[in-house]
């Protein structure tokens, strides 16, 4: 299975901030990893595919970049909806997986 | 619009069977382009892929529950099941399904979850 590694596990940060998370992979996967937001109680709901293709309605503040182990997603001035928690994921092969997600904090 | 929903037990006995239902509106799974996938999320906890199932039934299933799990497709009800066998405690979860298209590899649309719990 391909190990999904993120950093930091937390972090917490100001309204108008500028957040970067890591996400490292055991092997390369190439550019198959995509980045998900997760709030209370909901659904997780997809931001980046493909390393840095902005998902269709996701705001422009979201970037992500990256390939074959190191990927980075990058929220330009945060937001008080993008307080939540997320996940890193790699469809490079089966077994899918998630890192073990960063929780995004009001500071 | 695609949605997806998820239906079953809410409370499972151990060494019984899981079994859910995802169904499927607003798209057909039988016109292909997408793996149809089970994800779950322990309570607090980060999220585990369980497997998927293409429209002709083709099956990918995650190692550590393939020897218990069975994932299942009926086009014509425009539905995709599991079946998870033997359960214990630890397979107390939030289940969800997704979809996930062939061509661009991630879970685009998910339902909206729901909570099983295994105990007596």
């Known amino acids: 299975d391909i190990q999904m590694t993120q950093s930091p596990s937390s972090l917490s940060a100001s309204v108008g901030d500028r957040v970067t998370i890591t996400c490292r992979a055991s092997?390369?996967?190439?550019?198959?990893l995509n980045w998900y937001q997760q709030k209370p109680g909901k659904a997780p709901k997809v931001l980046i595919y493909?390393?840095?293709s902005l998902q269709s309605g996701v705001p422009s503040r979201f970037s992500g970049s990256g390939s074959g182990t190191d990927f980075t997603l990058t929220i330009n001035s945060l937001q008080p909806e993008d307080f939540a928690t997320y996940y890193c994921?790699?469809?490079?092969?089966?077994?899918?997986?998630f890192g073990q997600g960063t929780k995004v904090e009001i500071k | 619009q695609v949605q997806l929903q998820e239906s079953g037990p809410g409370l499972v006995k151990p060494s019984q069977t899981l079994s859910l239902t995802c169904t499927v509106s607003?798209?057909?799974?039988?016109?292909?382009?997408?793996?149809w996938s089970w994800i779950r999320q322990h309570p607090g906890k980060g999220l585990e892929w369980i497997g998927f199932?293409?429209?002709?039934?083709?099956?990918y299933y995650n190692p550590s529950l393939k020897s218990r799990l069975t994932i299942s497709v009926d086009t014509s009800k425009n539905q995709f099941s599991l079946n998870l066998s033997s359960v214990t405690a630890a397979d107390t979860a939030v289940y969800y399904c997704?979809?996930?298209?062939?061509?661009?590899?991630?879970?685009?649309?998910w339902g909206q979850g729901t909570l099983v719990t295994v105990s007596s």
């Open positions: 997704a979809r996930e298209p062939s061509d661009s590899c991630n879970f685009d649309y």
């Open positions: 607003g798209g057909s799974i039988s016109s292909g382009g997408y793996y």
């Open positions: 199932i293409y429209h002709s039934g083709s099956t």
């Open positions: 092997q390369s996967i190439s550019r198959y």
């Open positions: 493909a390393a840095s």
């Open positions: 994921q790699q469809s490079y092969s089966t077994p899918r997986t």
